[in-house]
């Protein structure tokens, strides 16, 4: 079962340099052989201010080789309040919400994956909803609860746009990078009651590989470009990239294999601060 990762796409018309690397992740996926993608999230370059940008990545993704799961960032659908006296910029928006679900299916979901050893439980959370006190988070944290006690000691791994922390769970201040300090909490208890092997995660646009509390967790990093270091503090390795996990057939003791991979065609794009 070979699973391809790609994430912060950030598709709009007008973003050349990123469809043109789609497009290259979309012969990847070919020839690799992926069974299934899984989008991390930051779809559009920014439709939460500029709406139509969903539709457009919809259409650009409706052709592809593998079956696509998708989960929405914070470009997709909007953010949330990552603790007190810490700025942010756009609110998570229902609308864009609502549009999301109607063009790229669930923003949380579960996939079951049975290997020749094992079966595997994949819970795609939505990420966007932690900390903003609406419905839709309250709804989001039962599904979660449910999802978990259905995992029923299989090996699991969570798929996320945010990562849950750099390197401990406990870490200040609370920074947009990360699920907010009051949830993450409550997840990671939540994940303390699983077998969570694996946590993926994009938004970071870095590479970023380690063992936490028993989990790996692994930031994949996006397909369309990096930040030079003037704009965007390095933690991991910037590169662009997708990922690829592989289960099933003796990966060892986590029953898993990840890769990072740079698939021929896709460019290395970096995000610098103009100069006048
Ligand atoms: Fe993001």
């Known amino acids: 079962m070979r699973v391809l990762l790609v994430t912060d796409t950030h598709l709009a018309a007008e973003a050349a340099d990123a469809v043109s690397n789609w497009q290259s992740v979309r012969g990847f996926a070919a020839q690799a052989g992926a069974d299934l993608t899984i989008h991390l999230g930051d779809i559009t370059r920014d439709a939460w201010s500029a709406q139509n940008e969903l539709a457009f990545a919809a259409s650009i993704a409706a052709e592809w080789p593998t079956p696509l799961l998708f989960l929405p960032g914070n470009h997709d659908i909007g953010d949330n309040p990552p603790g007190p006296d810490v700025a942010y910029k756009q609110p998570l928006s229902l609308d864009h919400l609502g549009l999301y679900r109607g063009l790229f299916g669930p923003d949380y979901w579960t996939h079951e994956v049975t290997t020749e050893e094992q079966q595997w439980l994949f819970i795609g959370i939505n990420a966007q909803l932690f ?21 029923r000691g299989r090996p699991v791994a969570i798929f996320s746009h945010k990562p849950l922390y750099q390197n401990a769970i406990d ?13 993450r ?92």
């Open 171 to 183: 870490e200040e201040p609370p920074h947009i990078r990360y699920v907010p300090t009051a949830p």
């Open 185 to 276: 909490r409550r997840l990671a208890s939540l994940l303390d009651r699983i077998d969570c092997r694996l946590f993926l995660s994009g938004h970071t646009h870095q590479f970023y590989d380690r063992v936490s509390g028993g989990t790996r967790h692994i930031w994949v990093p996006s397909s369309a470009y990096r930040f030079a270091d003037e704009m965007q503090e390095k933690i991991g390795e910037k590169i662009v990239g997708v990922g690829l996990l592989e289960l099933g057939g003796n990966k060892g003791p986590q029953g898993f294999r990840f890769d990072l991979v740079c698939p021929q065609g896709l460019t290395q794009f970096e995000r610098t601060i103009e100069k006048h």
């Open 131 to 151: 900390a903003t006190g609406t419905d839709e988070e309250t709804a989001h944290w039962s599904w979660l609860e449910s999802a978990c006690d259905g995992a």
